[in-house]
């Protein structure tokens, strides 16, 4: 059973009904938390960044007891995309990235939201006629594996996951991957 006394929600309130779960955050804590339904092999996002989110904000899990629910440390990220390879996330339900091409030997998730935004609008509309910035959260005891690359600017930060590791960072993924931003 989840109580806000457990060792990973300390400070973080957690409220239990039939049909949601209600999470508030912990006074000055940033990471992610994401839930999912322990019967439910793919976890879905409940929480992002806690600046972001007003407490009380909840999540409708349909029917779920506190013993169902599982809590997952989780970091947002973000990916620039054309139109091709956003078609293809479309056709995976939003849950994973298309395989590399044999000449892309890294799938590289951004850091940040500004520079998602200046690859889509600036490299994606001038190579395919449309960008967009898509954004997941990714298990924090996974991605930690990775260390994170600075690619020009002190804002320009990724990761470098190898397209031998992309399946395994697809089974990572919080929930469902969203498109924030559209570029023509």
Do not use: C
């Not at 793919?42 to 899990?61: C, I, K, M, Y």
């Amino acid at each position: 059973m989840i109580a806000p006394s457990d060792e990973h929600l300390t400070g973080t309130k957690v409220f239990n009904d039939p049909k949601r779960v209600f999470l508030t955050p912990a006074p000055g804590r940033r990471q992610a938390v994401a839930s999912r339904l322990k019967s439910d092999p793919r976890p879905r996002r409940l929480t992002a960044d806690w600046p972001n989110v007003r407490e009380g904000w909840e999540a409708d899990f349909g029917p779920a007891t506190p013993s169902q629910v599982e809590i997952v440390d989780a970091i947002t990220l973000w990916r620039p995309v054309g139109p091709v390879e956003l078609r293809l996330i479309a056709e995976a339900a939003y849950r994973a990235f298309p395989p590399r091409l044999p000449e892309q030997p890294f799938f590289y998730p951004v850091l940040n939201e500004g520079y998602a935004i200046q690859i889509a609008r600036d490299w994606n509309v001038k190579a395919s006629g449309a960008g967009y910035v898509t954004r997941f959260e990714v298990r924090r005891d996974f991605i930690d594996r990775y260390a994170v690359q600075q690619a020009g600017g002190r804002e320009h930060l990724e990761y470098w996951i190898p397209a031998e590791d992309l399946a395994a960072f697809n089974d990572a993924i919080v929930g469902q991957i969203a498109v924030v931003a559209e570029f023509r």
